[in-house]
Structures are given as C-alpha cells and as structure tokens.
C-alpha cells in the first residue's frame, strides 16, 4: 500500500509548479509522476525540479554516471522499469 498519494497532474498545474510542469512535459522528464509525488509541498518539488535540472540537463555530469545513477536508483526502489 502506498504511503503517499498521487496528486493529479491538471490539478496542479493550478498552483506555482504549473511552468515546471509545461516544461517536464515539453522535454518528456522528468516523469509527471515526479510532481504528482512531490507537489504535495510546492516549494519542495520546485526545489527538487531545480536541482534536477541543472544537475541532468545544464550540469557537467558524464551521461554514463547518469545512466548508472539512474539504474542504482531503480534498484534501491526495487523498479523493473
């Protein structure tokens, strides 16, 4: 059972996060899910958002540490995706 809730995505695109929103969908990333998981505290999620994209689409990070990143993620979370 999920400890957390999924918020819909058309419902915050009425609050402050909705231009990071138009943008993760624009470039397909982070996944929707990203905000409908962490728009439950808006200046989170922004903060969050932020972080990421300078870190994966502005920052210097190699794409093969990002690869492993996002693989030993998904092994912490026990995802098959």
Known sequence: MP???ML????????KLKPLI???LEIRAPDPAF???MGHNP???E???VAWHASFNL???PHRLKEVIRVQLSRMVACTY
Do not use: H, V
């Open 8 to 15: 819909d995505i058309e419902d915050l695109k009425q609050t």
């Open 47 to 49: 903060s969050m958002y």
């Open 3 to 5: 400890n957390i809730t």
């Open 43 to 45: 200046d989170l999620a």
């Open 35 to 37: 905000f409908g998981m």
């Open 22 to 24: 138009e943008r993760c």
């Open 59 to 61: 920052g210097d990070i």
